[in-house]
């Protein structure tokens, strides 16, 4: 089970931490990863992190603003947003899976709204 | 980035009828391919991965197949419940990414 909290309405240029925590699995045996849901719009893939957290991979929308992180001692995946913008409107998902493992478990999702 | 194409963006089908989606990836992906379903309100489903392995607990009706470029997903008799949005996504090369989605949807 993954349950996400930290979403809310933010004005643009602000900051936002995401937080997941996991349950009823291994939570370091597994890459985990973020993906958004625009309102009535498609999946994108946010970003993305190895068991140990060692590797990570950003979707280029988020580059350089967006950072991931992960508390394995809390079976805790995190995720740091900065200088938001109205395009990062969206429901945010955590997911067990990451490049060698397909996102098999789903969060409900916790919505952010960037908006003035 | 790979991009995905999914088509048709609608498949208007009565229950009982198959149901075949197609995902094209501007290049090959191998078979690192998945495909999700989502119900409207409710987070997307896992149901084929590899471009061809069912999912634990995915219904027998559902089955994908391709390689390379080319893949689809095929709902070989439509129950009630499947119609919904249907993704694909690759995990070959960074960044992954999903297609933009074909709905199912009830004639």
């Known amino acids: 089970k993954l349950v996400e909290s930290g979403g809310r309405v933010v004005r643009p240029g602000g900051s936002l931490r995401l937080s997941c925590v996991a349950s009823?699995?291994?939570?370091?045996?597994?890459?985990m990863s973020w993906v958004r849901q625009a309102p009535g719009k498609g999946l994108e893939w946010v970003s993305g992190?190895?068991?140990?957290?060692?590797?990570?991979y950003y979707g280029d929308s988020v580059k350089g603003r967006f950072t991931i992180s992960r508390d394995n001692a809390k079976n805790s995946l995190y995720l740091e947003m900065n200088s938001l913008r109205a395009e990062d409107t969206a429901l945010y998902y955590c997911v067990r899976g990451f490049s060698v493992s397909y996102m098999d478990v789903w969060g409900k999702g916790t919505t952010v709204t960037v908006s003035s | 980035e790979i991009v995905l194409t999914q088509s048709p963006a609608t498949l208007s089908l009565s229950p009982g009828e198959r149901a075949t989606l197609s995902c094209r990836a501007s290049?090959?992906?191998?078979?690192?391919l998945a495909w999700f379903q989502q119900i409207p309100g409710q987070p997307p489903r896992l149901l084929i991965y590899?471009?061809?392995k069912r999912a634990t607990g995915v219904p027998a009706r559902f089955s994908g197949s391709g390689s390379g470029t080319d893949f689809s997903l095929t709902i070989s008799s439509l129950e009630p419940e499947d119609f919904a949005f249907y993704y694909c996504q690759q995990r070959s090369i960074w960044p992954l990414t999903f297609g933009g989605g074909s709905k199912v949807e009830i004639k």
């Open positions: 009823g699995f291994i939570f370091d045996d597994y890459g």
């Open positions: 590899d471009a061809s």
């Open positions: 290049q090959s992906v191998s078979s690192y």
């Open positions: 992190l190895n068991g140990q957290g060692g590797s990570k």
